[in-house]
Each structure stands twice: as structure tokens, then as C-alpha cells.
């Protein structure tokens, strides 16, 4: 008996398809574009990869965490106390402790109502793009700025509206440019300090005329402040949530910087608003209900966070202060000897800085992915193109390294610049 033929099935018939918002979005996402300069590593080179890219210096034992959050984890693992669900919230231990040390900054006192905790910096980014999100809503968002944001606001079909952070100006925020971009439809604005991707930290009456400025156009001030305290020049750190009574605040932030623990994934959103706007607005009802339908961060982490806050001792965090001023310090000055290659701003905080690449300098060198892709083929040394940051042929450098490893990569860098320099 012969085989009937049938039909092959053809894609145009599958009742489902590829979700192109998701696509969208994660075009605009920074691993992504960090993973296409990854690969185009030759694996089989005779060199060390040395990663200049992420913000994750954990890969460097200088960066290792202190001890007393490794033995917090393993005692709440061990008590059996953090195998169950946790709340929507989270663990009213770990809300507290959070809205304590935030409260150490700021004039008036957190509530543990305030916080509500986040699998990392980048779930709270989500969530409070999502609990803005509205028809006709738009957002304003530093340029260069971190691509999470873009990526959530494509994600929720809010739309996107840039401004410019001024590189003459340390960085600061372009306001004049805030006032024209913002509507009546406008909802928030983005502020990043300390500065993921520039390194720059914001003066007090800067964030002063931040905050009055978004009072007037009546928007919410979005502070992420994932790099709280990493600051080693001039100007300290400041958060927004000191001129929550000029404007409301979402705070945003994470153990994963100034801990040197990005895989365990412990942030927060805070309401850094003692006038109480954003219960009345309903934008905490929004955060609370997009939590109940999103994933938890893992109650473990939440049971050792209170240990981790309160039992750190300032040396951990000094010599971490310690090796990243003089890790910048070395990495402005490498870049100096670099001929194509500008940094407008030393960098005061963070572990970044932006620097421009002069492309007349340079031959068969297109842009700045092309410039990124080759140097990691040719050298092994992988740091960010600008066009992630929108802004194209520019570079972000993460200087977090060993000091070893970081004179090697500049050194990479320059030789690779040489060699595709005109003559």
C-alpha cells in the first residue's frame, strides 16, 4: 500500500507567530548588543578575553564581595527558614532594612510600606514602566542613557522621548531640551546618578533644578540609583529623594553594585514622596498590582539582605571606593595617549565613562559597532558601542577591573587604534 502524501505544514497556517514587540524590544537591549561584539571573539585565541563592557566587575577578585554577605546566605539557607513564598512585596525584614538604609540619606523617614523589593535593578525598571504605562503616554530618557528603559517603554508601547546630557557640563541634563520635549502627556522623567554609562555624579543645585523643573511640568522624577555611593570625586552622592517634598520620586536600586553581587538579584522600588502622591495618583496601587502578577526575587536572598545591610562595615565598601578612583584615574589617563579616542568628563562615579571616537583618525573602521566588533576579533578586549546608549560612535569603557588586566586591555586598545590609524 503506498504512502499517502500529505501536505507539509507551512508556517502561514500555525495559528502562532513570533511576538514582534518582544523582538522590538530586545533589539534595543544591552546584552544584546554586548554578546554580538562577544561573539566575534576568535575562540580560539592565544589571549585572555578581558571584559570591558558590562558593569560586573565580580570577575575580578579584587571585586569579591565581603564575607558577610557569602555567611549571610549560607545562615538563611541553612535556618530553613526561606524555602516558602514570599510576599508580593517582599519579607517585611528585608522592606525594613531597605527603607532604613535609604532613610540614612534623606530628610524624612521610609516606611517599609515604601519599598517594595525587585529581582534586581532591572525588574524595577520594568515594573515602573509598566505601572505608567497608558495610552499616549510618553517618558523622557537620558542620551546616552541605559537601554533597559528603551526596551520596556518599546515593550509597553510608551513612547520615548530623548534628552540630551551635555559632555562639556559634566554630563548634566539638558533642561532647556526637557521643557520643549515634555506634554500633557508626558509622565516621567529618568535621571540616572551616580551616571550609568558617563561616570559623572550630579552636583546638589543640579538636582535641585532637576526637581523643580519636573514639578513644573508635572511629571515624577524616576531616580535610579543602582550606583548609590560609588562615587570618588568631588561631588558625593545626592539622591532625588531629598527633594521629595519639590517633587514625587521613584527610587530605584539594587545590592548589586555597591555589594559586587549582580547575580543575586536583590532591588527595590521606593517611594521617596513624603507628600504622599503617588498613593494618591494611584501609582502605587499600579506597582502593587503589576507585582502580583510578575515573579518574586528568591525569598533566600530576602531572608540574608537585613544582615547584608546592617553588618557590612565601612573598610568593604572604602577599599571598593579605593580601587575604583584609582582604576578611573588610570583608565582617564590611558586614554589620553589614545589619539583616536576623546573623554569630555573624568569620571566621578560609576564604573564607566563615555569617550568619543574620532572616526577621521581611523581606516577601515565604519562606526562604532564596527570599531567594537574588530577590536574584540583582533585584541579580545570587548567594550560597548555607543549606538546601545544611543549614542552612536561613541564607546563606553567599564573601568572596574583588575589594574592588571585594565593596563593590558587600554594597552590592547591603543595598539589596535595604531593599527588602523592613519598614517
Request: a negative charge; charged letters at 25%.
Amino acid at each position: 500500500m503506498e504512502k499517502e502524501n500529505c501536505a507539509k505544514p507551512s508556517p502561514e497556517r500555525w495559528h502562532f507567530g513570533h511576538n514582534k514587540a518582544a523582538a522590538v524590544a530586545g533589539s534595543r537591549s544591552l546584552r544584546g548588543a554586548i554578546n554580538k561584539v562577544i561573539t566575534c571573539v576568535e575562540e580560539t585565541g592565544p589571549r585572555p578575553v578581558i571584559p570591558l563592557a558590562n558593569g560586573d566587575p565580580s570577575v575580578f577578585p579584587s571585586f569579591r564581595t565581603t564575607p558577610i554577605a557569602e555567611e549571610a546566605i549560607v545562615e538563611a539557607v541553612r535556618s530553613a527558614q526561606y524555602n516558602n513564598y514570599a510576599p508580593t512585596n517582599g519579607l517585611l525584614s528585608a522592606r525594613r532594612v531597605v527603607a532604613e538604609y535609604l532613610s540614612k540619606d534623606l530628610p524624612y523617614k521610609l516606611s517599609p510600606d515604601d519599598v517594595f523589593l525587585t529581582a534586581g535593578c532591572s525588574q524595577a525598571i520594568d515594573i515602573t514602566v509598566s505601572a505608567l504605562a497608558r495610552p499616549c503616554a510618553n517618558i523622557l530618557l537620558p542620551r546616552p542613557g541605559f537601554p533597559m528603559y528603551e526596551a520596556r517603554c518599546t515593550y509597553n508601547n510608551v513612547e520615548m522621548r530623548h534628552f540630551d546630557l551635555i559632555p562639556e557640563q559634566g554630563w548634566e541634563l539638558d533642561l532647556e531640551q526637557v521643557e520643549k520635549l515634555a506634554d500633557e502627556n508626558t509622565v516621567a522623567i529618568v535621571v540616572c546618578n551616580p551616571n550609568n554609562p558617563c561616570g559623572s555624579v550630579f552636583k546638589y543645585q543640579h538636582m535641585e533644578e532637576i526637581a523643580k523643573t519636573a514639578r513644573k511640568l508635572g511629571l515624577m522624577v524616576i531616580s535610579d540609583e543602582v550606583y548609590d555611593h560609588l562615587t570618588f570625586g568631588s561631588n558625593p552622592f545626592i539622591p532625588m529623594g531629598v527633594f521629595g517634598d519639590v517633587v514625587p520620586v521613584l527610587t530605584l536600586g539594587a545590592i548589586s553594585k555597591r555589594w559586587v553581587v549582580p547575580g543575586w538579584r536583590l532591588g527595590w522600588i521606593a517611594a521617596t514622596d513624603p507628600k504622599g502622591i503617588l498613593i494618591k495618583t494611584k501609582v502605587v496601587d499600579s506597582i502593587i498590582s503589576i507585582l502580583d502578577i510578575t515573579t518574586d526575587p528568591a525569598t533566600i536572598i530576602q531572608g540574608a539582605v537585613p544582615q547584608i545591610i546592617e553588618k557590612t562595615e565601612d573598610d568593604f565598601f572604602n577599599n571598593i571606593i579605593h580601587i575604583l578612583r584609582d582604576a578611573a584615574e588610570l583608565c582617564y589617563n590611558k586614554i589620553k595617549d589614545i589619539k583616536c579616542i576623546t573623554c569630555p568628563h573624568k569620571p566621578e562615579g560609576s564604573m564607566f565613562v563615555m569617550v568619543k571616537l574620532n572616526l577621521q583618525y581611523l581606516v577601515d573602521i565604519s562606526d562604532d559597532v564596527d570599531f567594537c566588533s574588530k577590536l574584540a576579533k583582533e585584541e579580545s578586549v570587548i567594550v560597548c558601542p555607543g549606538s546601545a546608549l544611543e549614542m552612536k560612535n561613541w564607546l563606553r569603557i567599564m573601568f572596574a577591573a583588575e589594574q592588571t588586566s585594565l593596563i593590558v586591555g587600554l594597552e590592547r586598545l591603543k595598539l589596535f587604534c595604531e593599527r588602523h590609524g592613519k598614517n
